[in-house]
């Protein structure tokens, strides 16, 4: 079992940064692929971005591309999501997901593994 616990979240304004960051541990890491998603007001929840332990195949929605960048930490197991010009739809519950299937293309398909999330709150 792989065990997620994101942190990082909190209020800011819009305009600002933040970078949110995912512990993973439990299980063998080796190979496994890690992804970003969120949940707003309204919204189903959507993958944002994803990447493998490895650092490879980093993918990203496009309305996130240029704003979002996703990256990890071997040393720390740790990915991360580093969020810039943030906006108010911005806002939401920003989930690490984790999966070991290589079966489908980035953001498509099951993740098996996910955190708690952290809430992420932007205002104008």
């Known amino acids: 079992q792989v065990q997620l616990v994101e942190s990082g979240g909190g209020l800011v304004q819009s305009g600002d940064s933040l970078r949110l960051s995912c512990a993973a541990s439990?299980?063998?890491?080796?190979?496994?692929?890690m992804a970003w998603f969120r949940q707003t007001t309204g919204q189903e929840r959507e993958g944002i971005a994803h990447i493998r332990w490895s650092g490879g195949y980093p993918a990203y929605i496009d309305s996130m591309k240029g704003r979002f960048t996703i990256s990890r930490d071997h040393a720390n197991n740790t990915v991360y999501l580093q969020m810039n010009n943030l906006k108010p739809e911005d806002t939401g519950v920003y989930y690490c997901?984790?999966?070991?299937?290589?079966?489908?293309?980035?953001?498509?398909?099951?993740?098996?593994?996910w955190g708690p999330g952290t809430q992420v709150t932007v205002s104008s």
């Open positions: 439990g299980g063998t890491l080796s190979n496994i692929a």
């Open positions: 997901a984790a999966r070991r299937s290589h079966q489908y293309r980035p953001l498509v398909g099951p993740y098996d593994y």
